[in-house]
């Protein structure tokens, strides 16, 4: 069950939103009224302890981007323990240094959308009812 966020954590996020950087605005504009497959994106949105950059709630997708402090030693760690608890919660980390924002939106646009379009592929069919699809409980497969 997901952790709902502290008000000190609301109003944390509420102050990133207010004092976003150049990067975050940038892609804000791509992503925000749902540009990208009518998908709805937060921005520094709370996921406890965390506060994700951007977040589509409908494909569990996390949209993070890394300034020059994140090449350092001790933020490489703290951002791997925290992709790896996001994965956890079943959310997908998706990383972009604002470099290639600033230099290739289009390119960063692009991959947005392919991971967007496979995570909402079309969910595999039911299974078949029980005893259906066997016979007599022995496998189809079996080898002779």
């Known amino acids: 069950m997901p952790i709902r966020p502290s008000s000190n954590q609301r109003q944390f996020a509420r102050h990133l939103r207010a004092n976003q ?3 975050e605005l940038l892609l804000w ?8 497959a009518n998908l709805k994106f937060r921005r520094q ?8 950059d951007f977040y589509c709630a409908e494909l ?8 020059g402090q994140h090449y350092e030693t001790a933020a490489k760690i703290h951002d791997q323990r925290r992709t ?7 959310i997908e980390v998706v990383r972009f240094s604002n470099l290639e924002v600033i230099e290739r939106m289009s390119e ?6 392919k991971i967007a379009a496979n995570r909402t592929s079309p969910p595999h ?14 496998s189809r497969y079996t080898s002779t």
């Open 125 to 138: 069919p039911s299974p078949l009812p029980e005893g259906e699809g066997t016979d007599r409980g022995v």
């Open 108 to 113: 960063v646009f692009e991959q947005i959308l």
């Open 84 to 90: 790896l608890y996001l994965q956890q919660q079943g």
């Open 60 to 67: 569990k997708l996390a949209i993070e981007l890394d300034g």
């Open 21 to 23: 950087t150049d990067c």
């Open 45 to 52: 949105f709370p996921c406890p302890p965390y506060v994700l």
């Open 29 to 36: 504009q791509k992503l925000r009224s749902r540009q990208i």
